[in-house]
């Protein structure tokens, strides 16, 4: 006997218990492990209780028939997906006709002949194990998709910044420039791409922290200054060719305690994700108010086409943008709002899309938290 076989169990549901003794006999002979209900209610509960690999169910009893037992568990997601096979003394092609209709696998006549039965259940069993490895194999196909479109990305955008900074330093030793403005723009480069490349080695490293469940650190003091509007001024230097207009409104007094690194993270990624999807030329509203002591609310708005209300949650996954292939138009890693996120939401916080008629406007929302000291 297979190992597979043995380990599945059949759920047999009919009040005849003549019946039900032989068939659990039958089916046990055969290798499987067999669970018996005679009372049709209770048989819903028991079906969601052990989830079976088959239920074989007798259609004509009292209180619920076969075809209500299917029918309610056809609408429960746990118990949806069981296979179902009817058993019966109905043998007209309308109640047959009415069984598959339901979404029954197969269905069987009483009186019934006990190998058919089993080499019906067995059909019945190895279906459902190819449906299986048809999905497992769909499945690795698509995993090993993203894979290989995750690491080509991470190539790019490792590659594409350190490729400026090269060539900008090489510029810079090679030549003697009589014009310091012509030195300077080689510098600048330079670093704004050395801030990008330091940012994607910044998710890569928190991406991997994370998911090994490691925290964040204690709730420090946030510099306005530097912990926020100086981001915000790195991320807007690599969008200069844009011509974007932003402005901040920070509201007096606001007190934020929080992972200053993490912070700083997520603040950056709302950020550049409203400076990379604006159109030229247009304005970036970034504004901070107080949310208790230690609290803040952050949102950023933009003028850009703004996202489509059924994927207000999917942007939210990790490489989504990724995964849209070589029609993606924008660069980046795609886990920007993944991480700004998961950041918020540490510190009982959360990061949603709000709703707008023209742009697009997103909202960071820590609630007041204290300073926390480090222990000596």
Not at 365 to 370: E, F, I, K, Q, T
Request: net charge negative; glycine share 6%; with cysteine.
């Amino acid at each position: 006997m297979e190992n597979s076989k043995e380990a599945r169990t059949i759920l047999v549901i009919d009040d005849d218990l003549p019946m039900l003794i032989g068939l659990r006999g039958l089916l046990e002979r055969n290798g499987y492990k067999v669970k018996t209900c005679e009372n049709s209610p209770a048989s819903i509960k028991m079906a969601e209780e052990i989830q079976p690999g088959l239920i074989v169910c007798d259609i004509m009893m009292p209180i619920m028939d076969g075809f209500k037992i299917k029918e309610k568990l056809s609408t429960n997601p746990i118990t949806r997906n069981i296979p179902f096979l009817f058993l019966s003394a109905r043998t007209s092609q309308t109640d047959k006709l009415k069984g598959f209709a339901g979404g029954a696998d197969d269905y069987v006549t009483k009186p019934f002949d006990p190998l058919e039965l089993v080499a019906r259940i067995n059909a019945v069993f190895r279906r459902q194990e190819k449906d299986h490895q048809i999905a497992a194999q769909e499945m690795d196909n698509q995993i090993e998709r993203i894979k290989t479109e995750v690491l080509n990305n991470i190539s790019h955008e490792l590659r594409t910044p350190m490729t400026q900074i090269l060539l900008s330093l090489d510029m810079m030793l090679r030549n003697k420039f009589d014009d310091p403005e012509d030195l300077k723009w080689f510098v600048e480069t330079a670093l704004s791409q050395s801030l990008r490349l330091n940012a994607v080695i910044d998710d890569l490293t928190f991406l991997n922290s994370y998911d090994m469940g490691h925290g964040f650190g204690f709730r420090q003091n946030i510099d306005i200054k530097n912990d926020f509007e100086l981001r915000i001024s790195q991320r807007q230097e690599l969008y200069t060719d844009k011509e974007l207009q932003v402005h901040i409104h920070i509201e007096e007094g606001v007190e934020i305690h929080a992972p200053r690194r993490e912070f700083r993270q997520a603040i950056g990624h709302l950020v550049d994700n409203s400076l990379k999807f604006s159109p030229p030329m247009t304005s970036v509203l970034v504004d901070i108010a107080a949310n208790g002591k230690g609290g803040c609310i952050f949102t950023v708005t933009d003028h850009g086409s703004g996202i489509p209300s059924e994927l207000h949650e999917k942007v939210f996954e990790r490489f989504y943008q990724i995964s849209q292939g070589d029609t993606r138009e924008y660069g980046g890693l795609g886990v920007g709002l993944t991480i700004a996120r998961a950041i918020a939401r540490a510190l009982d916080g959360d990061v949603k899309i709000l709703p707008s008629t023209i742009g697009f406007s997103i909202q960071m929302v820590l609630p007041p938290a204290p300073l926390e000291v480090p222990l000596e």
